[in-house]
């Protein structure tokens, strides 16, 4: 089944404890992108990747790191999470860099800090 | 001024209704644009994408795209209460710009 996976898919931390959340596609897309999700003020980017080793910065990419080091994986790294860091996050893909193709979404990832 | 507008609502409509909702958008590199659907909790589905300017229909949805006045709408016929979910307009620019920009999304509600 094609698919976007994401994990942990809940995860309740305290301020400043490093954590991954993981995202993985099966459908040898090249564009990945990770969002989160706000009340009022609705998804916004926060990066993308248009290929492997190929990132670059969407809305809101400040305390946030990403690496593409497979085609598959795009993880993203909060290296010291904070309370404003509260919230749903998802991953997308899609195939290929044309503005016209498809974005599939992953489950989401609700993220609580403390 | 944001780059892709939509009103929250909640816009309500009866059952077998139509109820139509609009986007604008302020980047007139816009090339590409999407509805998703996306219930509560949910993770945000693609309904429909239009690239040029006039309608596209897909079963009881309809898409409608004018770049002139850089504004996108959604309309769904025969409305079910299943369709009561959050609607987000999305663009994204053309060329290697890859950016992806989404609208807050209107809540539309179906009554039986």
């Known amino acids: 089944e094609a698919q976007v996976t994401q994990n942990p898919r809940y995860l309740i931390t305290v301020t400043g404890k490093k954590l991954t959340v993981t995202c993985s596609q099966n459908?040898?897309?090249?564009?990945m992108s990770w969002y989160r999700q706000d009340p009022g003020l609705g998804l916004r980017q926060i990066y993308y990747s248009m290929n492997v080793e190929v990132t670059d910065k969407g809305d809101v990419p400040e305390g946030y790191k990403v690496s593409r080091k497979e085609k598959r994986n795009f993880p993203l790294i909060l290296e010291s999470p904070s309370p404003n860091q509260t919230s749903l996050y998802f991953c997308?893909?899609?195939?290929?860099?044309?503005?016209?193709?498809?974005?599939?979404f992953g489950p989401g990832t609700r993220l609580t800090v403390l | 001024q944001k780059e892709v507008e939509q009103n929250s609502g909640p816009l309500s409509v009866p059952e077998g209704a139509i109820a139509s909702l609009n986007c604008t958008y302020s980047?007139?590199?816009?090339?590409?644009f999407f509805w998703y659907r996306q219930y509560s909790g949910k993770s945000p589905e693609l309904i429909m994408s239009?690239?040029?300017?006039g309608d596209k229909e897909d079963g009881r949805f309809t898409a409608q795209l004018n770049k002139a006045s850089q504004y996108v709408s959604l309309l769904i016929r025969d409305s079910q209460p299943s369709d009561s979910a959050t609607y987000l307009c999305?663009?994204?620019?053309?060329?290697?710009?890859?950016?992806?920009?989404f609208g807050t999304g209107t809540k539309l509600q179906v009554i039986p």
């Open positions: 999305a663009s994204i620019r053309g060329g290697g710009y890859q950016k992806v920009t």
């Open positions: 239009i690239y040029s300017n």
């Open positions: 997308a893909s899609r195939g290929g860099t044309s503005s016209y193709n498809e974005q599939f």
């Open positions: 980047d007139r590199g816009s090339q590409s």
């Open positions: 459908m040898n897309h090249e564009y």
